[in-house]
């Protein structure tokens, strides 16, 4: 399979605890981008790399919130002292350069905090 | 607690019938729109996408038409199938490399 991949696909926490998840993209893909969603919504951007740079943040990403791409290949988003508002699906997506608009989503990783 | 779908609109069709599915995108800067396909579970597949510069595009039994007069988005889907029923939704591009995404429109397929 060379889409993109998550994980975990689902994970369980209580509040205060902290989170980590793993995305890695299609291989030839340099841009990685992570999105929230909650139920009966449309995915809201939250970042997004080019190679390993961090180039755009939404302020819907507070500071409990980092994401890195160490190496321009897979990407961590991490969630420190959940919240229960942090109960989501949180989405992975990668595309080509410049001029490729298109992302391909990942099957994404399923928040619970309790 | 939430129900998924509660607040978004749907569409039920007979299989076999087209289907039409509306999206009003907000931004006239908007250069590129794209559609994606959302089953229970699953990260949303890439439908169709089309360049502000064109009105229309098709796929295989899909095609997109774009309004940019009144910022109208639409996705035709011709002989529709069960496999079809899933959440739509549409998304633009306006500025930098994020896509902004509508809010869904559930379509149900009757077999």
């Known amino acids: 399979d060379t889409g993109v991949s998550q994980d975990p696909r689902h994970k369980i926490t209580k509040r205060g605890q902290n989170v980590t998840f793993r995305c890695d993209p299609i291989s030839e893909h340099n841009r990685l981008y992570w999105y929230r969603q909650t139920l009966g919504q449309g995915p809201e951007f939250l970042t997004y790399f080019q190679n390993e740079a961090q180039l755009e943040k939404s302020r819907l990403l507070s500071d409990r919130f980092s994401a890195e791409r160490p190496k321009g290949s897979f990407s961590t988003l991490e969630i420190q002292r959940t919240e229960q508002g942090d109960s989501a699906m949180y989405l992975c997506a990668s595309s080509q350069a410049q001029g490729a608009y298109e992302q391909y989503f990942g099957p994404g990783t399923r928040l619970t905090v309790t | 607690g939430e129900s998924v779908g509660l607040h978004l609109p749907t569409l039920s069709v007979q299989e076999g019938d087209n289907s039409i599915i509306n999206c009003a995108y907000s931004?006239?800067?908007?250069?590129?729109f794209i559609w994606y396909k959302q089953e229970s579970g699953k990260g949303p597949q890439f439908i169709i996408d089309?360049?502000?510069?064109?009105d229309k595009r098709q796929g295989q039994r899909v095609t997109v038409l774009l309004n940019k007069t009144v910022k109208h988005l639409s996705l035709q889907i011709a002989a529709t199938q069960p496999g079809d029923s899933a959440v739509y939704f549409c998304?633009?591009?306006?500025?930098?490399?994020?896509?902004?995404f509508g809010a869904g429109t559930i379509l149900r397929v009757k077999s």
């Open positions: 998304a633009e591009r306006f500025y930098g490399n994020k896509l902004v």
């Open positions: 931004n006239s800067a908007s250069d590129y």
């Open positions: 089309i360049r502000s510069n064109m």
